[in-house]
């Protein structure tokens, strides 16, 4: 099965910018709805106190002046009786009277009654300071909210009792006049039903505030998706068309803002794009029509010149030939217009036959010559085909110096040979490598006429995978101004008589068909190095097989 590339999942998944801006929005949103929300409900919180006190304040006073008569008349029982309606009306917690010395003489809970209270608690602080009571209490002071036993809150009032003219100057109990402050009456009030009910009012706008979110939330969702998200997404389509090579690509432009200016110098971005393509093209096209025509152009006047090059070497090489064969020719022409003369002659007797076989024998080598020279140009124009096998080169050298050691013997020359023996079996002709070693030996030979020293090295290089036949001698050397022109046909350096040029020209031919290369380096009066370079095939040297090996090859 082919294999797939796991998908990578982005986290944190990349946003959009009308996701960001929604993003961003909801969460000021959220942030302002919850302040506001948070000073609503304390607005509230504190209206519904208020209220509270209002009311308590108004209980208070209600129970005060519900008793003024009882306490004027200081019937007791009446006075007890009073409180006590009053405090099983809902939501009163309970009822206390404290006279000047911090007394309870009255309570609901019948466990506080005559207790003593501290001035210094909760109850008492506000209207006593250093142990002194107040003249006149502030409304705020005489306030105080708790919690009971159960956790409910309770707000509790003080409200004075002052000694009024009426009081001083009852019959039943006279105070004195100085004494402004004769007790005070402690309202316990419930908050329990305030407090159900902020708790309501704060979940009723909470559930207000999170509707009025989500609708403000949706609504700034659509229209930024549809100002921004919408126009956005359109112009990266666009982009990713453009970037595909779709150019010319237009955008509906259907607003008139920010967006839709960027939208239309898009589409003229496309448009513009789409016409340099087009003209692209079309200079393109035009180039290659002028290429292909200069192409042609070029093609026949390589042909021309490789025409008027062949005609022209065509030329020199019947030049060449027409010199070479018709000085053997002038020489066969001679001697025997010469026999011809002796034979008509009465006097061709003895004295006259090894004259005549002379000639005979020069008209013989001359005719030889010629049909050398027509060989040797037969072998150069017409190529023969390659027996490729494994071949030893080390064996090809071998043989190639037993056929010409005599000769190297009569000339004097010292032959050193070095050959590898880890060189490996190369793919080659054998007998063609063997006619292109005994060219360069002979070359060699005739450039040491007084005898010297020949050098024949094989070596192998596995990278770049080659082996070479270095063939080295210490004669007189090629002047600089041959050696460019050394492998044409019919240019030698040699005696008249003794080469045609073609040994060096037919040696190149032979080592190019088998992908080989050979070079040369000379200096006049130290000698001349050729390198022949065969290419070496370890996969066609493995897949050989053994059969085909061999060791020399005889001509």
Same mark, same amino acid.
């Given at each position: 099965?082919?294999?797939?590339?796991?998908?990578?999942?982005?986290?944190?998944?990349?946003?959009?910018?009308?996701?960001?801006?929604?993003?961003?929005?909801?969460?000021?949103?959220?942030?302002?709805?919850?302040?506001?929300?948070?000073?609503?409900?304390?607005?509230?919180?504190?209206?519904?106190?208020?209220?509270?006190?209002?009311?308590?304040?108004?209980?208070?006073?209600?129970?005060?002046?519900?008793?003024?008569?009882?306490?004027?008349?200081?019937?007791?029982?009446?006075?007890?009786?009073?409180?006590?309606?009053?405090?099983?009306?809902?939501?009163?917690?309970?009822?206390?009277?404290?006279?000047?010395?911090?007394?309870?003489?009255?309570?609901?809970?019948?466990?506080?009654?005559?207790?003593?209270?501290?001035?210094?608690?909760?109850?008492?602080?506000?209207?006593?300071?250093?142990?002194?009571?107040?003249?006149?209490?502030?409304?705020?002071?005489?306030?105080?909210?708790?919690?009971?036993?159960?956790?409910?809150?309770?707000?509790?009032?003080?409200?004075?009792?002052?000694?009024?003219?009426?009081?001083?100057?009852?019959?039943?109990?006279?105070?004195?006049?100085?004494?402004?402050?004769?007790?005070?009456?402690?309202?316990?009030?419930?908050?329990?039903?305030?407090?159900?009910?902020?708790?309501?009012?704060?979940?009723?706008?909470?559930?207000?505030?999170?509707?009025?979110?989500?609708?403000?939330?949706?609504?700034?969702?659509?229209?930024?998706?549809?100002?921004?998200?919408?126009?956005?997404?359109?112009?990266?389509?666009?982009?990713?068309?453009?970037?595909?090579?779709?150019?010319?690509?237009?955008?509906?432009?259907?607003?008139?803002?920010?967006?839709?200016?960027?939208?239309?110098?898009?589409?003229?971005?496309?448009?513009?794009?789409?016409?340099?393509?087009?003209?692209?093209?079309?200079?393109?096209?035009?180039?290659?029509?002028?290429?292909?025509?200069?192409?042609?152009?070029?093609?026949?006047?390589?042909?021309?010149?490789?025409?008027?090059?062949?005609?022209?070497?065509?030329?020199?090489?019947?030049?060449?030939?027409?010199?070479?064969?018709?000085?053997?020719?002038?020489?066969?022409?001679?001697?025997?217009?010469?026999?011809?003369?002796?034979?008509?002659?009465?006097?061709?007797?003895?004295?006259?036959?090894?004259?005549?076989?002379?000639?005979?024998?020069?008209?013989?080598?001359?005719?030889?010559?010629?049909?050398?020279?027509?060989?040797?140009?037969?072998?150069?124009?017409?190529?023969?085909?390659?027996?490729?096998?494994?071949?030893?080169?080390?064996?090809?050298?071998?043989?190639?110096?037993?056929?010409?050691?005599?000769?190297?013997?009569?000339?004097?020359?010292?032959?050193?040979?070095?050959?590898?023996?880890?060189?490996?079996?190369?793919?080659?002709?054998?007998?063609?490598?063997?006619?292109?070693?005994?060219?360069?030996?002979?070359?060699?030979?005739?450039?040491?006429?007084?005898?010297?020293?020949?050098?024949?090295?094989?070596?192998?290089?596995?990278?770049?995978?080659?082996?070479?036949?270095?063939?080295?001698?210490? *004669?007189?050397? #090629?002047?600089?101004? %041959? +050696?460019? @022109?050394?492998?044409?046909?019919?240019?030698?350096?040699? =005696?008249? &008589? /003794?080469?045609?040029?073609? *040994?060096?020209? #037919?040696?190149?031919? %032979? +080592?190019? @068909?088998?992908?080989?290369?050979?070079?040369?380096?000379? =200096?006049? &009066? /130290?000698?001349?190095?050729?390198?022949?370079?065969?290419?070496?095939?370890?996969?066609?040297?493995?897949?050989?097989?053994?059969?085909?090996?061999?060791?020399?090859? /005889?001509?």
């Amino acid at each position: 099965m082919p294999e797939t590339e796991p998908i990578r999942r982005r986290w944190p998944p990349r946003l959009g910018l009308s996701a960001k801006l929604n993003v961003l929005l909801l969460g000021a949103m959220v942030v302002i709805f919850a302040l506001l929300g948070y000073l609503n409900i304390r607005l509230h919180r504190q209206h519904l106190e208020q209220a509270a006190l209002l009311s308590a304040e108004r209980v208070s006073d209600v129970i005060k002046h519900s008793t003024t008569d009882y306490m004027l008349r200081n019937d007791r029982e009446g006075l007890y009786r009073a409180i006590h309606t009053l405090a099983d009306e809902p939501g009163m917690v309970k009822i206390r009277i404290f006279d000047k010395e911090g007394r309870i003489t009255y309570t609901t809970d019948p466990a506080e009654r005559n207790q003593v209270v501290d001035k210094g608690a909760e109850a008492c602080y506000r209207c006593h300071a250093q142990s002194q009571p107040l003249a006149r209490l502030d409304r705020p002071d005489r306030f105080r909210i708790y919690r009971n036993g159960g956790g409910t809150r309770v707000l509790a009032i003080i409200t004075p009792i002052e000694n009024r003219p009426a009081c001083s100057n009852a019959a039943c109990h006279a105070h004195p006049s100085q004494e402004q402050i004769l007790g005070v009456i402690d309202t316990h009030l419930s908050l329990a039903k305030a407090d159900v009910q902020l708790a309501d009012s704060t979940r009723q706008m909470a559930a207000y505030t999170g509707f009025a979110l989500f609708l403000i939330g949706w609504a700034s969702w659509f229209f930024t998706w549809s100002v921004v998200g919408i126009p956005i997404n359109a112009l990266r389509r666009g982009t990713d068309r453009l970037a595909a090579g779709d150019l010319g690509y237009q955008i509906d432009v259907q607003s008139e803002d920010e967006i839709g200016e960027l939208a239309k110098s898009f589409n003229t971005m496309s448009r513009q794009l789409r016409a340099e393509q087009n003209q692209n093209l079309a200079w393109t096209r035009t180039l290659e029509q002028r290429v292909q025509q200069k192409t042609s152009e070029l093609k026949l006047a390589h042909e021309h010149a490789l025409h008027t090059e062949k005609m022209a070497s065509i030329g020199k090489m019947a030049a060449v030939l027409a010199h070479e064969i018709n000085n053997p020719l002038s020489g066969i022409l001679t001697y025997a217009k010469l026999l011809r003369k002796w034979i008509d002659r009465d006097d061709a007797g003895r004295d006259r036959r090894q004259e005549i076989r002379d000639s005979l024998d020069l008209i013989a080598s001359e005719s030889r010559r010629c049909g050398d020279l027509v060989k040797n140009l037969l072998t150069f124009s017409r190529a023969t085909p390659l027996n490729l096998l494994l071949t030893d080169l080390n064996h090809v050298v071998e043989q190639s110096v037993r056929l010409v050691q005599h000769q190297f013997d009569l000339a004097g020359v010292q032959l050193q040979l070095h050959l590898d023996p880890d060189l490996p079996r190369v793919v080659c002709d054998a007998s063609q490598i063997e006619q292109v070693l005994l060219a360069l030996i002979m070359n060699a030979m005739d450039a040491m006429p007084q005898g010297g020293n020949l050098w024949l090295t094989t070596t192998f290089t596995r990278e770049p995978g080659q082996v070479r036949i270095v063939v080295r001698d210490d *004669g007189v050397g #090629i002047p600089p101004e %041959i +050696l460019p @022109r050394l492998f044409e046909p019919f240019l030698t350096t040699k =005696e008249t &008589g /003794r080469g045609v040029g073609l *040994g060096l020209a #037919i040696s190149h031919s %032979i +080592l190019e @068909r088998h992908r080989g290369n050979i070079e040369v380096q000379s =200096e006049v &009066g /130290r000698g001349t190095t050729f390198t022949v370079t065969l290419p070496w095939d370890s996969e066609a040297a493995k897949g050989a097989p053994p059969e085909v090996v061999i060791t020399a090859s /005889r001509r």
